[in-house]
Each structure stands twice: as C-alpha cells, then as structure tokens.
C-alpha cells in the first residue's frame, strides 16, 4: 500500500502561534492533496486539499505549502487557537476518486492558552 | 443539521455475533464510503459504493460486507466481528469523484467487541 507519512505525531503551540505539520508521499501519480480536522467522538472534516500545479494555496488561517519535486506538502495554521485543537490527517490520493486517499498517521494539535 | 448520519452512535456486540452499522445521508450524494479508524490510527478505507456499484479494497476482510438499497442509506455488515474489529466505523459521501467533491463525514459509530 503506498504510504503517506506524517510529522509531528502531536504538536504544542502556544496561542498566537504557527503550527506545522509535514507529510510526504511516495506515488508520484497521486495529484489530490487534502488535509482534514477532527475533533474527539467526530468524522473528520475537509479543511484544505491542493494539487500539484500550485506550490501554495491558503484559506483563511490555513495554508498548505506542496514541493512536487521532494514530494512534500504541509499545513502551517497562522495565529493557533484552542480551538484549533484538534488531530489532523493529510491525505495523498487522486483526483478521480479523492475517497481512495490513503491518509497520513495523523497529528495531536494542542494548542495552549 | 447532520447530513451524514450514522446509527448508533455506540455499539457494542459479542465475539462472532453478526453486526450491522447504518448510515444515512440526506445530501443525495452518488458516492458512499465506509471507513475503519482504530484508535490513534488513520481511516482506512474498506470499500466504496459509486450509484449501485460496489468497489470493495483488496485488504477489506471478507467478514465485511455492504448493502446500498437506495441512494440515501447504506450499510455495513460484520458477519462475525472479531477483538481486532473494534474500532471506529466512518460513512463518507461525495457527489462524485472529482477533485472539487468535498467527502463528507458521519459522525461515527464506535464498536466494542466483548
């Protein structure tokens, strides 16, 4: 099974701050990028997805940075609130099915008052 | 307003007594997916309905099968859950399969083996 991995496995920032999270692919067909939110007793949710034609794409507070040549891509939250707590998956997958994203190990954000 | 529901929130069953999960979506979406999360893992995707056809993954264990009798419901069938079938079971939908078709996520049911 082609592997995402995913970094850090949980993550502490403080209010205000800049959270990151790295992950890497291996397929180089994969074109569907996504990152998803979930909070405990929750599915996850959809927060941003890229493909490989843009290094960057950013929403509101969350950006996602893409290197196709190290086949790289990360989430950075600008301004981390605790709301923001929560685990997060990357996701590498293709476009014509973006539910057959294999997905990353996930990441604890813990986000500090 | 939940607009991928699944029933029950919590399940618990015996070691080897048949289960079945629900889910229902009110978004009239051609795609459903099911999905296993352990605790502390990834989802991991265990087969997928697209309209009527069923596309099982090749590591989905044969003890797991789905039902689609309509658009908006779809179920999964555990036909003897083991200790190692405990876990968290996801339904997703997308209108389609493209890129721009965000999935949507239920809730969950979390199922306990005894």
């Known amino acids: 099974q082609q592997q995402v991995k995913q970094s850090p496995q949980s993550l502490i920032v403080q209010k205000g701050g800049i959270s990151i999270i790295n992950c890497a692919y291996e397929?180089?067909?994969?074109?569907?990028f996504p990152w998803y939110q979930q909070f405990p007793g929750k599915g996850p949710a959809l927060l941003i997805a890229?493909?490989?034609?843009?290094s960057e794409k950013k929403e509101g507070r969350f950006t996602i940075s893409f290197n196709k040549s190290a086949k790289q891509f990360s989430l950075h939250i600008m301004d981390s609130q605790p709301g923001d707590s929560a685990t997060y998956f990357c996701?590498?997958?293709?476009?014509?099915?973006?539910?057959?994203?294999?997905f990353g190990d996930g990441t604890t954000l813990t986000v500090k008052p | 307003d939940a607009m991928v529901i699944q029933n029950p929130r919590y399940q618990v069953t015996q070691f080897g007594k048949p289960v079945t999960l629900s889910c229902s979506q009110t978004?009239?979406?051609?795609?459903m997916y099911w999905y296993q999360q352990k605790s502390s893992q990834a989802p991991k995707l265990l087969f997928h309905?697209?309209?009527?056809?069923?596309?099982n993954e090749a590591d989905t264990p044969d003890n797991f099968q789905s039902r689609r009798p309509n658009t908006s419901f779809c179920f999964l069938d555990i036909r003897s859950p083991g200790l190692g079938d405990a876990a968290m079971y996801l339904c997703?939908?997308?209108?389609?399969?493209?890129?721009?078709?965000?999935?949507?996520f239920g809730s969950g049911t979390q199922l306990s083996v005894l």
């Open positions: 890229i493909r490989p034609d843009v």
């Open positions: 996701a590498a997958g293709k476009t014509t099915n973006a539910g057959k994203s294999t």
């Open positions: 397929n180089t067909a994969f074109d569907y």
């Open positions: 309905y697209y309209d009527k056809d069923f596309n």
């Open positions: 997703a939908t997308s209108r389609d399969k493209g890129f721009n078709e965000k999935l949507f």
């Open positions: 978004l009239n979406h051609n795609v």
